[in-house]
Nanobody
Framework: QVQLVESGGGLVQAGGSLRLSCAAS????????MGWFRQVPGKEREFVAA????????PYADSVKGRFIISRDNAKKMVYLQMNSLKPEDTAVYYC???????????????WGQGTQVTVSS
């Protein structure tokens, strides 16, 4: 079992930065790949980034490539999403999730956090 709690969301102006954090509990955290997804009301959940257990594989959605950086600290059971050069279209609820392997498909994730709101004003 892995429990996930996101934090770090908020309101930021376009061009600004935010760092999201995801705190995990459970002894098996370091064996899981982790992902970040986002969702806007009325739209499908969207893959943002993922990271494998060792941090050596970090796929990104094209829409955030070069602006967002995913990282993890297995000793602290934390996953981070550094978001730079934010745009109004990045506004969404951001979720972290845990999966047995790195994947962009939400249905393959076993555990989800409750989400944190990110709002980017123009």
């Amino acid at each position: 079992q892995v429990q996930l709690v996101e934090s770090g969301g908020g309101l930021v102006q376009a061009g600004g930065s935010l760092r999201l954090s995801c705190a995990a509990s459970g002894r098996t955290f370091s064996t899981y790949a982790m992902g970040w997804f986002r969702q806007v009301p009325g739209k499908e959940r969207e893959f943002v980034a993922a990271i494998n257990w060792s941090g050596t594989s970090t796929p990104y959605a094209d829409s955030v490539k070069g602006r967002f950086i995913i990282s993890r600290d297995n000793a602290k059971k934390m996953v981070y999403l550094q978001m730079n050069s934010l745009k109004p279209e990045d506004t969404a609820v951001y979720y972290c999730a845990a999966a047995p392997y790195t994947t962009p498909y939400g249905y393959q994730y076993d555990y989800w956090g409750q989400g944190t709101q990110v709002t980017v004003s123009s």
